[in-house]
């Protein structure tokens, strides 16, 4: 295993020269995707488009101590107004969480077992109980409907593809009523229903990959590196440059190697470069953040390397060649 500092002097700040500024072949996507705002806590997003109205924002139930766990979704006013202030409810919201209650045993279905699950539901007074099962592309939709002290309660679990996690969804509706409105239900059924699974690009954006023809920009837990991976035509030489984005960001990489790209639908069986890597990031006087990634980097064709090995240097990056390729698959 190699180890890169990419931050040599992480004690002090790196400013990059104006070459940083100046020539920079590959620039990040733009960061546009709803549902990182909708989710900014939640470290696995979910990759969706949610289909909710365009004033619907993210806030948080306030807590005593700690960081929030219930995200509130819905117009800024109506979310400051309840929470903050007191105010009665006058419109639906919906509210998120990580469920505790319900887990993912396998990639694409939910656990949650019907007969075990209404016999739960029943014994805290949950009563009148309609089930569904959905779908948001690759992640499963547990939705129900029932009755509890004569008020009709709808909530939704959603399997997030990762660690067996799952998100639990209710809507809010105000209490002076024991029936959702028609407006209610239209809100809810729309999110339900109509939310899709972004495409395959995106989506590896919503996961801290914005992967580009030549070039990666790794962005998860505040470790932004980009990774490029270029192959000279005169003479077939690959290259693979890291260059941090910030300078307390330290990599470790194994030996990369070429794969074609699988995904179907998205540059499928373009040539990519793998490599494994453990990021570190250097919090209170020690590496302390850790994630182990496999980063993917389509290779780009040109004429010349886009950045010289001296502005490489000069932007506290790394180059690998291809004779420390391990092998191709």
Known sequence: MKIIFIASCFLCFISFSGFAEEKQPYKPSQDNLRIKYLLPLITFPLCVE?????DFKSGY?????GLPTNMIWGPTSIIKSVFEKKAPLEQALIMVDLANNATQEELGHC??????FLHNVKMVGLKDIETEMLS?????????KAKIEGKTVHFAWVGLNYENRTLLFCLLYPLNRNEPSKEDLELWSNFLHKTKQLPQGECLR???FDMQVGCTFYHRNHMPVQFIAEQRTRDQKLRIVIIPQNSDVLVRYEEFYRKPMETPDWHYREPTVKLPCTFYKYVKRDWEMRDDQTITILIKSVEEFSLTDEEVEQSNGNIIYEK???STI
Do not use: I, N, Q, R
């Open 324 to 326: 420390e390729c391990a």
């Open 136 to 144: 948001w592309g690759d992640y499963p939709v547990y939705a129900v």
């Open 111 to 116: 656990a949650l077992h019907p007969e075990e």
């Open 206 to 208: 919503a996961l801290g």
């Open 61 to 65: 139930l306030p807590v005593k101590s």
């Open 50 to 54: 949610p289909a909710l109205p365009k």
